[in-house]
Protein backbone atom coordinates (compact mmCIF):
# COMPACT_ATOMS: atom_id res chain seq x y z
CA UNK A 1 0.00 0.00 0.00
CA UNK A 2 0.94 3.42 -0.53
CA UNK A 3 1.42 5.78 2.38
CA UNK A 4 2.89 9.56 2.73
CA UNK A 5 3.91 10.92 6.10
CA UNK A 6 4.43 14.43 7.09
CA UNK A 7 4.75 13.73 10.97
CA UNK A 8 5.22 18.30 10.76
CA UNK A 9 1.62 19.24 11.11
CA UNK A 10 2.53 22.79 11.77
CA UNK A 11 5.63 24.88 12.14
CA UNK A 12 6.54 28.60 12.35
CA UNK A 13 9.42 30.46 11.13
CA UNK A 14 10.61 33.53 11.78
CA UNK A 15 11.32 35.78 8.49
CA UNK A 16 14.64 34.82 6.41
CA UNK A 17 15.06 31.58 8.71
CA UNK A 18 15.41 28.86 6.59
CA UNK A 19 13.07 25.78 7.22
CA UNK A 20 12.62 22.15 6.21
CA UNK A 21 9.72 20.04 5.53
CA UNK A 22 9.92 16.48 6.22
CA UNK A 23 8.44 13.88 3.73
CA UNK A 24 8.33 10.03 4.57
CA UNK A 25 6.56 7.54 1.75
CA UNK A 26 5.79 3.89 1.91
CA UNK A 27 5.45 1.84 -1.56
CA UNK A 28 6.01 -1.76 -3.04
CA UNK A 29 6.62 -0.08 -6.42
CA UNK A 30 9.97 -0.02 -7.95
CA UNK A 31 8.99 2.96 -10.32
CA UNK A 32 6.81 5.90 -8.86
CA UNK A 33 6.67 9.25 -8.57
CA UNK A 34 7.09 12.17 -5.26
CA UNK A 35 5.85 15.27 -6.20
CA UNK A 36 5.41 18.78 -3.73
CA UNK A 37 2.28 20.81 -4.24
CA UNK A 38 1.47 24.26 -2.18
CA UNK A 39 -1.75 25.21 -1.03
CA UNK A 40 -2.16 29.02 -0.03
CA UNK A 41 -4.51 30.62 2.10
CA UNK A 42 -6.54 30.94 -1.17
CA UNK A 43 -7.18 26.90 -1.47
CA UNK A 44 -6.04 26.16 -4.87
CA UNK A 45 -2.70 23.40 -5.21
CA UNK A 46 0.00 24.97 -7.09
CA UNK A 47 2.46 22.29 -8.58
CA UNK A 48 6.27 22.80 -7.47
CA UNK A 49 7.85 19.56 -8.02
CA UNK A 50 8.01 16.13 -9.55
CA UNK A 51 10.74 13.72 -8.89
CA UNK A 52 10.93 10.03 -10.71
CA UNK A 53 12.24 7.41 -8.26
CA UNK A 54 15.12 6.51 -10.71
CA UNK A 55 16.62 10.08 -10.46
CA UNK A 56 17.83 10.52 -6.79
CA UNK A 57 19.69 14.42 -7.87
CA UNK A 58 18.61 16.83 -5.39
CA UNK A 59 17.51 20.25 -7.14
CA UNK A 60 17.23 23.66 -5.98
CA UNK A 61 15.06 26.01 -7.80
CA UNK A 62 15.35 29.69 -6.57
CA UNK A 63 14.78 29.36 -2.93
CA UNK A 64 13.75 25.93 -2.45
CA UNK A 65 15.30 23.03 -2.52
CA UNK A 66 14.19 19.00 -2.43
CA UNK A 67 16.23 16.34 -1.34
CA UNK A 68 15.20 12.65 -1.66
CA UNK A 69 16.85 9.41 -0.85
CA UNK A 70 15.74 6.76 -1.25
CA UNK A 71 17.67 4.98 1.28
CA UNK A 72 15.19 6.79 4.15
CA UNK A 73 12.27 7.21 1.63
CA UNK A 74 12.30 10.57 2.49
CA UNK A 75 11.56 13.78 0.36
CA UNK A 76 12.42 16.41 2.36
CA UNK A 77 11.88 20.28 1.04
CA UNK A 78 13.84 23.14 2.35
CA UNK A 79 13.05 26.51 1.53
CA UNK A 80 15.80 29.27 2.36
CA UNK A 81 15.44 32.59 3.54
CA UNK A 82 11.72 32.19 4.38
CA UNK A 83 9.21 34.70 3.47
CA UNK A 84 5.74 35.77 4.33
CA UNK A 85 4.43 34.81 1.02
CA UNK A 86 5.93 31.55 2.15
CA UNK A 87 2.64 31.18 4.17
CA UNK A 88 1.12 28.41 3.06
CA UNK A 89 -0.43 24.20 3.62
CA UNK A 90 2.68 22.12 1.94
CA UNK A 91 1.62 19.04 0.73
CA UNK A 92 3.91 16.23 -0.50
CA UNK A 93 2.37 13.54 -2.74
CA UNK A 94 2.99 9.95 -3.90
CA UNK A 95 2.16 8.65 -7.41
CA UNK A 96 2.37 4.81 -8.14
CA UNK A 97 3.82 3.76 -12.06
CA UNK A 98 0.87 4.18 -14.07
CA UNK A 99 -0.05 7.75 -12.64
CA UNK A 100 -3.45 7.20 -11.79
CA UNK A 101 -3.65 8.06 -8.86
CA UNK A 102 -1.64 10.62 -5.85
CA UNK A 103 -1.51 9.92 -2.29
CA UNK A 104 -1.25 12.94 -0.01
CA UNK A 105 0.50 13.72 2.60
CA UNK A 106 -1.71 14.90 5.49
CA UNK A 107 0.44 18.51 4.99
CA UNK A 108 2.15 20.75 7.05
CA UNK A 109 1.03 24.31 7.37
CA UNK A 110 4.13 26.56 7.65
CA UNK A 111 3.89 29.91 8.91
CA UNK A 112 6.41 32.92 8.36
CA UNK A 113 6.18 35.35 10.78
CA UNK A 114 7.62 39.07 9.53
CA UNK B 1 -0.49 28.81 -20.03
CA UNK B 2 -3.37 26.08 -20.60
CA UNK B 3 -4.64 25.74 -16.97
CA UNK B 4 -8.25 23.69 -15.37
CA UNK B 5 -10.84 25.44 -14.97
CA UNK B 6 -13.69 24.54 -12.63
CA UNK B 7 -17.18 25.41 -11.72
CA UNK B 8 -18.86 26.79 -9.47
CA UNK B 9 -16.34 28.22 -7.10
CA UNK B 10 -18.70 28.06 -4.50
CA UNK B 11 -22.06 25.52 -4.61
CA UNK B 12 -24.24 25.74 -1.18
CA UNK B 13 -26.60 22.81 -1.58
CA UNK B 14 -29.59 21.22 0.84
CA UNK B 15 -28.87 17.50 2.10
CA UNK B 16 -30.35 15.03 -0.49
CA UNK B 17 -30.06 17.53 -3.42
CA UNK B 18 -28.03 16.51 -6.32
CA UNK B 19 -25.12 18.69 -7.37
CA UNK B 20 -23.00 18.30 -10.45
CA UNK B 21 -19.38 20.31 -10.32
CA UNK B 22 -18.11 20.83 -13.39
CA UNK B 23 -14.13 20.81 -14.54
CA UNK B 24 -12.83 21.69 -17.81
CA UNK B 25 -9.36 20.21 -18.35
CA UNK B 26 -6.54 21.22 -20.43
CA UNK B 27 -7.36 20.08 -23.76
CA UNK B 28 -4.65 17.77 -24.99
CA UNK B 29 -5.06 15.76 -21.87
CA UNK B 30 -5.92 12.20 -22.14
CA UNK B 31 -6.41 11.55 -17.71
CA UNK B 32 -8.97 13.12 -15.32
CA UNK B 33 -9.13 12.73 -11.68
CA UNK B 34 -11.55 14.16 -8.99
CA UNK B 35 -9.91 14.68 -5.73
CA UNK B 36 -12.08 15.81 -2.30
CA UNK B 37 -10.80 17.64 0.41
CA UNK B 38 -12.27 18.25 3.46
CA UNK B 39 -11.84 21.49 5.65
CA UNK B 40 -8.29 21.41 7.06
CA UNK B 41 -7.64 17.63 6.31
CA UNK B 42 -5.58 15.95 3.30
CA UNK B 43 -6.47 15.59 -0.01
CA UNK B 44 -8.17 12.40 -0.88
CA UNK B 45 -8.41 10.69 -4.28
CA UNK B 46 -11.74 9.59 -5.79
CA UNK B 47 -11.87 8.77 -8.99
CA UNK B 48 -9.90 8.52 -12.46
CA UNK B 49 -11.07 8.77 -15.70
CA UNK B 50 -9.60 7.61 -19.03
CA UNK B 51 -10.56 7.05 -22.26
CA UNK B 52 -14.43 7.74 -21.23
CA UNK B 53 -14.24 5.18 -18.84
CA UNK B 54 -13.67 5.07 -14.81
CA UNK B 55 -10.15 3.64 -14.47
CA UNK B 56 -9.70 3.57 -10.67
CA UNK B 57 -12.03 4.94 -8.02
CA UNK B 58 -11.43 4.59 -4.23
CA UNK B 59 -13.65 3.46 -1.25
CA UNK B 60 -15.37 7.12 -0.80
CA UNK B 61 -16.46 6.41 -4.43
CA UNK B 62 -19.79 5.28 -4.01
CA UNK B 63 -22.64 4.44 -5.76
CA UNK B 64 -23.87 8.53 -4.70
CA UNK B 65 -21.33 9.33 -6.92
CA UNK B 66 -21.03 9.26 -10.91
CA UNK B 67 -18.53 10.93 -13.45
CA UNK B 68 -19.03 11.96 -17.09
CA UNK B 69 -17.64 13.38 -19.78
CA UNK B 70 -20.52 14.96 -21.59
CA UNK B 71 -18.42 16.36 -24.38
CA UNK B 72 -15.02 16.62 -25.81
CA UNK B 73 -14.01 19.58 -23.46
CA UNK B 74 -16.67 18.97 -19.83
CA UNK B 75 -15.66 16.78 -17.17
CA UNK B 76 -18.14 16.25 -14.23
CA UNK B 77 -18.85 14.84 -10.55
CA UNK B 78 -22.48 14.23 -9.56
CA UNK B 79 -23.44 13.51 -6.15
CA UNK B 80 -26.67 12.21 -6.83
CA UNK B 81 -28.24 12.89 -2.83
CA UNK B 82 -25.69 14.85 -1.05
CA UNK B 83 -24.79 14.17 2.82
CA UNK B 84 -23.30 16.31 5.40
CA UNK B 85 -20.34 14.54 5.16
CA UNK B 86 -19.81 15.31 1.36
CA UNK B 87 -19.05 19.25 2.21
CA UNK B 88 -15.51 19.78 1.05
CA UNK B 89 -13.51 20.96 -1.64
CA UNK B 90 -13.46 18.85 -4.88
CA UNK B 91 -10.09 19.61 -7.09
CA UNK B 92 -10.76 18.67 -10.96
CA UNK B 93 -7.11 17.62 -12.32
CA UNK B 94 -5.68 16.25 -15.73
CA UNK B 95 -2.99 14.83 -17.16
CA UNK B 96 -1.35 14.75 -20.49
CA UNK B 97 -0.45 10.88 -20.15
CA UNK B 98 2.43 10.74 -23.00
CA UNK B 99 5.86 10.31 -22.11
CA UNK B 100 7.08 11.10 -18.93
CA UNK B 101 5.28 13.60 -17.42
CA UNK B 102 2.89 12.13 -14.32
CA UNK B 103 2.05 15.55 -13.45
CA UNK B 104 -1.11 15.76 -13.10
CA UNK B 105 -2.48 19.62 -13.45
CA UNK B 106 -5.16 20.43 -10.60
CA UNK B 107 -7.87 23.05 -10.91
CA UNK B 108 -8.62 25.74 -8.36
CA UNK B 109 -11.32 23.82 -6.73
CA UNK B 110 -14.75 24.01 -6.07
CA UNK B 111 -15.86 24.32 -2.37
CA UNK B 112 -19.13 22.47 -1.53
CA UNK B 113 -21.45 23.51 0.93
CA UNK B 114 -23.74 20.95 2.16
CA UNK B 115 -26.86 22.64 4.87
Known amino acids: AQKVTQAQTEISVVEKEDVTLDCVYE???????LFWYKQPPSGELVFLIR??????QNEISGRYSWNFQKSTSSFNFTITASQVVDSAVYFC???????????FGTGTSLTVIP | EPEVTQTPSHQVTQMGQEVILRCVPI?????FYWYRQILGQKVEFLVS????????KSEIFDDQFSVERPDGSNFTLKIRSTKLEDSAMYFC?????????????FGPGTRLTVT
Open chain 1, 93 to 103: ALSEASGNQFY
Open chain 1, 27 to 33: TRDTTYY
Open chain 2, 27 to 31: SNHLY
Open chain 1, 51 to 56: RNSFDE
Open chain 2, 49 to 56: FYNNEISE
Open chain 2, 93 to 105: ASRLGFGSSYEQY
